[in-house]
C-alpha cells in the first residue's frame, strides 16, 4: 500500500474550512446589507436584493462549482457522483483545489491533429488495425474491436465493445451516444438515438440506429465534443 503524506490532505481539510467561514461571513454581510436597505429603501427592495443574490450564487455553485470562499482558496465544489459541478442540494458533494486532476474544468493540452485522408485498404488490411480514439481534451483510448461511448456507458450491447466515458461539462452527450465499430471494410460509427445527434467531419446528423461507414482519421461529433478515429497497426503485443 502506497504512504500517503497527511500534509496535502491537511492542507485541503485547512482551505476548505477556510472557504466556509468566508462564507458564512459573506451570509452575515449580505443580511445585514439587506436589513439596511430594508430601512432604507423599504422592504420590497430588500427582498429584491435578497432573492438576486441568493440567484446568483446558486447559479455560480451549479454551473461552476464557487462561492466567494472557493474563489478566494481557489476551490471548486463538485458533485461526487458525476464529478461536475451539479444544482442538486441533497447527495454527496466533494471540495477539489482548481486545476487539480479532479477538477472538470482544468486545461489540458490537446493534441494536433491532421486527419489527412486514408488510402482504400482491402479487407485483409482492416484485420491488422486497431482504432485509437483522440477526444478533443487530449486523451486517448485504444479500441480492439468496437466502442460503446457516451457520457457514462454502463451495459454494453456485445462482450467485445469497450465502454469509453467522455466527461461532459457541456452537458450535449447522451448516456450512452454512439457506437463505433471496426468492420471488415473500415468502420463504422452508429448514433444510438442521442438527443444531440451524431456528425461526421461538419456533415449532417447520422440517422439514428444505422450503421454508418466512415473512413479512418474522420472525426465525429458528439454534441459539443469530437473524437478523432485514428488508425493503428496490430503488433506481436496486441493480438
Keep these: 500500500m502506497a504512504d500517503v503524506s497527511p500534509a496535502p490532505v491537511a492542507s485541503h481539510r485547512a482551505a476548505s474550512l477556510v472557504s466556509l467561514g468566508i462564507d458564512v461571513l459573506m451570509t452575515v454581510a449580505a443580511a445585514t446589507l439587506a436589513l439596511t436597505v430594508g430601512r432604507s429603501a423599504g422592504p420590497l427592495w430588500a427582498l429584491v436584493a435578497g432573492l438576486g443574490t441568493v440567484a446568483a450564487l446558486v447559479v455560480w455553485r451549479g454551473v461552476l462549482g464557487g462561492s466567494v470562499g472557493h474563489s478566494i482558496m481557489h476551490l471548486r465544489g463538485i458533485d461526487a457522483l458525476s ?5 442538486r442540494f441533497g447527495g454527496p458533494r466533494l471540495t477539489v483545489p482548481r486545476g ?40 486517448t483510448h485504444t479500441v480492439q474491436h468496437a466502442a460503446l461511448i457516451g457520457r457514462d456507458p454502463t451495459v454494453p450491447l456485445d462482450p467485445r465493445q469497450a465502454l469509453v466515458a467522455i466527461p461532459d461539462l457541456t452537458r450535449t452527450i447522451a448516456k450512452a451516444h454512439v ?52 488508425q493503428r497497426r496490430r503488433t506481436a503485443d496486441l493480438r
Aim: charged fraction near 25%; glycine fraction near 10%; charge should be negative.
Design 83 to 87: 464529478g461536475l459541478p451539479s444544482f
Design 100 to 139: 487539480s486532476d479532479e477538477d472538470p474544468f482544468a486545461l489540458r493540452a490537446r493534441p494536433t491533429v491532421l486527419a489527412a485522408p486514408a488510402p482504400d485498404l482491402r479487407p485483409s488490411d482492416q484485420g491488422r488495425s486497431y482504432l485509437r480514439l483522440v477526444v478533443d481534451d487530449g486523451t
Design 179 to 230: 457506437l463505433v465499430e471496426i468492420t471488415p471494410k473500415g468502420l463504422t460509427v452508429t448514433d444510438l438515438g442521442s438527443p444531440t445527434g451524431t456528425r461526421i467531419d461538419q456533415g449532417p446528423r447520422l440517422v439514428p440506429h444505422t450503421a454508418t461507414p466512415v473512413r479512418w482519421g474522420a472525426a465525429v461529433l458528439l454534441g459539443e465534443r469530437s473524437i478523432v478515429l485514428e
